[in-house]
Structures are given as structure tokens and as C-alpha cells.
């Protein structure tokens, strides 16, 4: 049973699903970058991105005497994620109607989960036949050979979007477009009540006392029943900026040797976060809530704004079609080198072991055409690919963060925090979730987790 080999990949594919989060100049910046309208044609978009470079291909699309098991059955392929069906809706009908012979099942696994599990079922060649797989789980896997090299199907993107994914020289990956975090806000809301958008953290602070006060309205939704949901908050509002300075940068390598602090880096940044607090705007209910809470309080109207990203763009329309939502972010004190978290979080990989290995890497393939990351980005409006000489054009509500885009100021810091990324991450989380429970104060927290990170490297050793 095999596939027709992938040929003629020609050099404007784009980038794939999933995150949230990477370098934008590779999010489709590019010298002349072609552009495309939400509802333009993926013809249209093709035609846009053409250079010298002969654009016809063949994705090696399976015939359909070569997709069916032994008793006539649809051959099914298996796919991991940590977004739930409901965010992948274009990718599955992307998947469907381009591959209309095969079967496509969605493996969900919750992202504070996913990791862990995933780890184990590839280290047993048991995983579905495409995975998603964040940074350093590429590094993990490709280093392991658990997942395929897909460097001849990747020329198209930018370096920056194949940094991500890349060990020794290769790439393991198709990017999704990127992801980040930001503000949400019913635009509605502010209309009536004449408020604007926060130029600063301090005007934030005083706008949410407006609605909690004034109104007696909820003013922020957020679900941190996931720990690291949490722990973005400690970058997303006074910190980011620091990890994108000459010293910031360094503060992942440095931490895997013990030279680095959370106390003494970053206790000064989150004193700021701990505003939050005391205004009552992160709170412990918070804790009960999941991301689908948080959408449903924000889009219901009992919230005034909302921390999402991309993928959560679609989910808060679809829950209310006629909500006008509006989008900005916190700058921090840093200014023009402050930042949004995010990044490119999100590739498909191709399990080496996988049931069907070529038709995976061929359905893989196609995601990293222009077809296919239209795809990506329908489920994602908002981002951006990191096909080269690509970008979408996003809805107007995004304009506020344009700049910040591609200007390239996203920031994933805790994917350099080492081989323990995860662990160190959720356990920051977990500290942080002691100081909203006002269990510990936040220096003591952070000392704590200093702590913590010098057990986890001695663990290593």
C-alpha cells in the first residue's frame, strides 16, 4: 500500500496549525510579501505568493485502491493535538475534502497533559501518525528518531519558522501559523460606557476598577484551571519585555546551570503583576475555570474583556455571531522592546512508526502549501504563516497589534528554559497559583521556585 512520493514541492508552502507563538518576520514578513483577503480564493493566494520558482506540485495524493484496508474499509489516520475538534474545523475539512478516500480521527489531550503522554506513546511506537509537537519536544523527538525528517517538504518556509523544529541541520516539523496572547474586548461595551482601549498598565488597572466597581461587572475572563494559562499572565502584563533584552534573552541557558534566579531577575517585573491582586482582577475562582468558561463568560457578556489568542478568536464568535470584539495589548515599561508572549508553538510532525507513515507525511505535505496553511489560518484568524513571501490579511479588530507582529516582539521564553521546559513552567504556575490563593508572598514563591529548579538539575545529573 503505498503512496505516490511527494514531488516538485515548490518554494511557496506554508507553515502549519498550532500555539502561540513565534519570530514574525518569518510570520510571513517577507520583501514583497504576497497578501490575501479573508475570503480570497486559495487560487488566488497561490497566484500571490509565485515567484521564479516553478510553483506546480504533486502531494502524492493517494488513489483509491490504495486507501482502503484489506475489507474495504476507509484507511483511518490518527492525528494528535492538545486543540479540541472544535478548533481544528477548516483543518478537517481541509483534510477531508482534499484526502476524501481516508479517515481522519483527532486525538485530544489537554495541553498540561499532552507532553507526558505523547513522550510515552512515541518512546513506545504506539503515538497516532501525525503529532503535534511544540519546540522542544522536536529537539526530544528528532534526537530519539521518533519523528520523521521533513526538511524536503519545508524549503518554502522562513528560517524563522523553521527554527523551531529544527535539530542537527534538519527539520522535523510543519509550522502551524503563529500564536500569541492578548486582549479581547466587547467593543459594544466600551462604546456605551465611553472607554478606550488601555494605552498603559496602569490605565488596564484602572479600567477593569471601572467595571468592577462602577459596574459590578466581571472585568476580566480567564481560565486558569491550567497552571501555565497563569503563568502567561505573569509575562503577558509587566514581564515579557524582559526576555527580549540582551540579558533577558540568556535567562533559559543560564538557568540550566544555575545561574539565573526567578527572585532576583524577575521579582521586581512581577510586583507589577501582583497589582493585579489587589485590585481583584485576577482572582481564585479563576482556578475552576477552563478556557471554554472564560469564552463562554466574555462572549455572554459577563465579562468585559477576555486573554486569548488566535484559536480563540473563532470560538467567541461562533458562541455570539453578532459580538463586536476588539483587540489590544499591555506594553510594558519597556516600550518599543516590550513584548507579546508567543511564538511559533506548533508543528505536525510524522511519527516514524506510525500504521502509515507515507500517507501521513503526504497529508503533512499538504499542510504546508498555500491550501493547507489557509487552512490553519482560518481556524487561527489573527495570526500568521511562516511561508515565505505569504502573510493573510487579518480583520481590521487586529490592527492595534500589527506592528508588534512584525516588528517580530513575540516571546516564548519558557522553551529555552531547558530539557524540564514543561515541568519548570507548570511549577511556576503552581507557585504563582500559591500567591493568588494568598498561600505565599510572592518573594517567598519565587524563592521557592529557585529552589524547585535546582532539584529538577540535580535530578538531572
Not at 185 to 202: I, R, V
Not at 347 to 368: I, R, T
Request: charged share 25%; proline share 4%.
Amino acid at each position: 500500500m503505498k503512496i505516490s512520493r511527494i514531488k516538485n514541492i515548490f518554494v511557496g508552502m506554508i507553515t502549519t496549525l498550532a500555539v502561540a507563538a513565534g519570530a514574525l518576520n518569518g510570520c510571513g514578513q517577507a520583501a514583497n510579501p504576497a497578501e490575501s483577503t479573508p475570503n480570497a480564493s486559495s487560487e488566488a493566494l497561490q497566484e500571490a505568493a509565485s515567484d521564479t520558482t516553478s510553483r506546480e506540485q504533486t502531494i502524492g495524493k493517494p488513489t483509491a485502491d490504495e486507501s482502503t484496508d484489506i475489507g474495504g474499509e476507509k484507511i483511518t489516520i490518527r492525528i494528535a493535538s492538545w486543540y479540541q475538534e472544535s478548533y481544528l474545523t477548516n483543518l478537517k475539512n481541509y483534510l477531508s475534502e482534499e484526502f476524501p478516500e481516508y479517515s481522519f480521527h483527532f486525538l485530544y489531550l489537554e495541553k498540561n497533559n499532552y507532553e507526558a503522554l505523547m513522550d510515552d506513546q512515541l518512546a513506545c511506537k504506539a503515538a497516532p501518525d501525525i503529532v503535534c509537537i511544540d519546540p522542544p519536544m522536536a529537539r526530544k523527538h528528532a534526537k530519539s528518531g521518533n519523528i520523521m525528517n521533513v526538511s524536503d517538504i519545508t524549503a518554502a518556509f522562513s528560517e524563522e519558522g523553521k527554527e523551531a523544529f529544527t535539530y542537527d541541520g534538519k527539520v522535523y516539523a510543519v509550522p502551524n501559523t503563529c500564536n500569541y496572547e492578548c486582549f479581547f474586548y466587547n467593543k459594544k461595551l466600551f462604546e456605551e460606557e465611553w472607554k478606550k482601549e488601555p494605552a498603559d498598565y496602569m490605565e488596564y488597572i484602572e479600567l477593569c476598577d471601572y467595571f468592577r466597581l462602577e459596574k459590578n461587572m466581571k472585568p476580566l475572563a480567564a481560565g486558569f484551571k491550567d497552571e501555565r494559562l497563569l503563568a502567561n499572565s505573569a509575562i503577558i502584563f509587566p514581564n515579557a519585555g524582559y526576555f527580549t533584552t540582551i540579558y533577558g534573552k540568556t535567562f533559559g541557558d543560564r538557568l540550566q546551570f544555575g545561574k539565573a534566579s526567578f527572585y532576583k531577575e524577575l521579582y521586581a517585573d512581577l510586583s507589577l503583576w501582583e497589582v493585579l491582586l489587589e485590585h481583584e482582577i485576577l482572582v481564585p475562582e479563576m482556578f475552576l475555570l477552563d478556557k471554554r468558561a472564560a469564552i463562554e463568560e466574555f462572549a455572554t457578556g459577563k465579562a468585559a474583556m477576555m486573554v486569548g489568542e488566535p484559536a480563540d478568536y473563532a470560538q467567541v464568535m461562533e458562541t455570539n455571531p453578532e459580538m463586536e470584539v476588539g483587540i489590544f495589548v499591555i506594553m510594558d515599561k519597556r516600550n518599543k522592546e516590550s513584548a507579546m508572549i508567543g511564538g511559533n508553538e506548533c508543528g505536525f510532525a510524522v511519527n516514524s512508526y506510525g500504521k502509515h507513515v507515507e500517507e501521513a507525511k503526504a497529508f503533512v505535505a499538504s499542510l504546508a502549501t498555500t491550501e493547507g496553511q489557509e487552512a490553519l489560518w482560518r481556524d487561527r484568524v489573527g495570526s500568521q504563516t511562516y511561508l515565505a513571501n505569504v502573510k493573510f490579511s487579518n480583520p481590521d479588530s487586529f490592527d492595534p497589534i500589527r506592528d508588534i507582529l512584525e516588528e517580530n516582539r513575540l516571546v516564548a521564553p519558557y522553551y529555552s528554559w531547558g530539557p524540564h521546559s514543561r515541568e519548570l513552567y507548570q511549577t511556576f504556575g503552581r507557585e504563582l497559583q500559591q500567591v493568588v490563593l494568598d498561600k505565599k508572598d510572592l518573594a517567598t514563591a519565587l524563592q521557592d521556585m529557585d529552589q524547585e529548579a535546582q532539584l529538577i538539575r540535580e535530578e538531572e545529573w
